[in-house]
């Protein structure tokens, strides 16, 4: 996938995460034109939540709602499975990662984990 080998090429520190997506159930954005926008992997993770273990949208892409979108749709797969919450890694210095999952309401549970409780 073209998406994929981008993703890999910019951010190569991320391999481990973006192998594993491969086996993972993949959420998919797609543009006007019908064409692979932006992806997102989940696994099951610790404690009755839903980890987000990779999300990336092409350079293209970026500014249009499309990484919103692919969070969104995440949380909603989270609460369809009845899951606590949704977890995922961001680095502390991707300013940009952590406003878009805070405007989902995600909040900072460590220094490199961002948690969204579902259940209260």
Do not use: K
């Amino acid at each position: 996938m073209e998406l994929e080998a981008a993703a890999r090429a910019e951010r190569p520190q991320d391999v481990h995460m973006q192998t594993s997506a491969l086996s993972c159930p993949v959420l998919v954005a797609l543009d006007r034109d019908g064409a692979v926008a932006g992806f997102a992997s989940t696994i099951d993770g610790p404690g009755g939540c839903l980890t987000l273990i990779e999300l990336y949208v092409a350079r293209s892409q970026r500014r249009r709602g499309c990484g919103s979108a692919l969070v969104a749709a995440a949380v909603a797969a989270a609460r369809a499975a009845g899951r606590e919450g949704v977890s995922l890694g961001v680095n502390a210095d991707n300013a940009r990662a952590r406003r878009l999952y805070g405007r989902h309401g995600f909040r900072a549970a460590g220094e490199a984990v961002m948690v969204l409780r579902l259940v209260r």
